[in-house]
């Protein structure tokens, strides 16, 4: 997997706004996938009652200095619903599911074990 860049934002909300928020989320998440180096975004919402953050927001970007540069046109940035908290990341480790790193070595994972001389 290359190094993406992963931005993290978890959001303090309180529960009568959500569904605005959201709304507004939804229009700029397709504003940010029109632009270059955008890869995906995911909005999760906790089940854990009485958490801080209610909702987190996961986005995946083909390096930081796209990530920066859409910043430039993001329509979130303003808003007034609730606190949100970005931290920035890089991918360091990834892990697959079995079926898919079977496709990538050509063989299941208990026939590349096997195979493997001691």
């Known amino acids: 997997m290359e190094n993406h ?3 993290i934002i978890p959001i303090e909300i309180d529960e009568e706004k959500e569904s605005s928020y959201l709304d507004a989320w939804q229009g700029a998440a397709e504003v ?3 632009q270059p180096g ?5 909005m999760f919402r906790t089940t854990v009652p009485g958490s801080r953050f209610a909702l987190v927001n996961v986005a995946e970007w083909e390096s930081a200095a796209h990530w920066e540069e859409a910043m430039n046109v993001c329509p979130m940035l303003g ?23 079977r496709r990538s070595s050509g063989r299941a994972p208990d026939e590349a074990r096997e195979r493997r001389p001691y």
Do not use: G, K, W
């Open 79 to 101: 808003q007034q619903t609730a606190v949100a908290h970005a931290s920035n990341y890089e991918v360091i480790r990834t892990v697959l599911p079995a079926s898919d790193r």
């Open 32 to 34: 940010m996938a029109a």
């Open 5 to 7: 860049h992963v931005v």
């Open 38 to 42: 955008f890869l995906r975004t995911y």
